[in-house]
């Protein structure tokens, strides 16, 4: 038997995730950058959140309405602590700062790509869903052998979910451009490095396998 990373959706075994695309790290009045000013949000933020805006976020929607229609589980994974206080956060977390805490606004996905019905939504405390939630079990229990995984930030958590999930056996596709970091030179670095581990298609030819179009 011949073994690839480079197989086809089979829709009755896949799975799509949404990392972090959140109103902590995908909006202006997200607690990441509501202290900034506007001049420092645009210096260091504008090309993330214009490009966030006119590609990736229309990328994504054409995803999700995909794989709703084609009766694929839509999932998602937020920042978000079990505690008001974070207290249950990583080490790196507390390090860097992070804490969205518990029921907040911020740790809402972005009401552009809002989950319906009872499609599931993972809130996780460190970098890696896989290591702060029990997603693994539950995808094991929903069939799901192919993943596919989009969303922010490309060279963070976005890998982190990629590296875990092949560890685990999932067979991964990443969008590479429904995903983004805060440069082009880091996006480009990013998906240079994780290539060896998942499939990389693009939205157009993802909703094509799908049998759907942009």
Known sequence: ???????????EQSAILFVDVQNFAAHRDGAEFRDLSDEDFNNTYGWFFREMKSRVIPNMQALQSAFRKAGIEVLYTTIESLTLDGRDRSLDYKITGFNVPKGSWDGKVIDQIAPQGDEIVFPKSSSSVF??????????????????????ITDQCVESAIRDACDLGYLVTQVTDACLTYTPERHANSLSAIKGYCRQVTTQELLQELGTSA
Not at 2 to 11: A, K, Q
Not at 131 to 147: A, E, K, P
């Open 1 to 11: 038997m011949t073994l690839s990373r480079d197989i086809p959706l089979e829709p």
């Open 131 to 152: 290591v702060s939630t029990h997603i693994d079990y539950v995808l094991r229990n929903l069939g799901t052998r192919q993943l596919v995984i989009c969303g922010i």
